[in-house]
Nanobody, 118 residues
Framework: VQLVESGGGLVQPGGSLRLSCAAS????????MSWYRQASGKGRELVAT????????NYADSVKGRFTISRDNAKNTVSLQMNSLKPEDTAVYYC????????????WGQGTQVTVAS
């Protein structure tokens, strides 16, 4: 099983980034996919989640209206479009796959750094 994130980097406040996560080794379309983030010295927090068919999404209050999660089950990818970025969005962003409505284990990517600074 692999989850490989990409798209992180340094961006100025107000800018945009698009994170992608490529999944392999499991039945992607049966998993709820999420993005988490962890800022230095803080705990990991849920940023956004999307159901297996993509019909439902949820966001942390801090990113609502600025971030959009999407998935492509044909390509086994999940993305996070991040707009109007703020310095407080600086963190390592992780892709997560969780089995939906069945028991099982979660999978995690290695993380990608997002730094918002002028």
């Amino acid at each position: 099983v692999q989850l490989v994130e990409s798209g992180g980097g340094l961006v100025q406040p107000g800018g945009s980034l698009r994170l992608s996560c490529a999944a392999s080794g499991f039945t992607f379309s049966r998993y709820r996919m999420s993005w988490y983030r962890q800022a230095s010295g803080k705990g990991r927090e849920l940023v956004a989640t999307i159901t297996p068919a993509g019909g439902s999404t949820n966001y942390a209050d801090s990113v609502k209206g600025r971030f959009t999660i999407s998935r492509d089950n044909a390509k086994n990818t999940v993305s996070l479009q991040m707009n109007s970025l703020k310095p407080e969005d600086t963190a390592v962003y992780y892709c997560n796959a969780a089995p939906f409505a069945v028991s099982g284990v979660d999978y995690w990517g290695q993380g990608t750094q997002v730094t918002v600074a002028s």
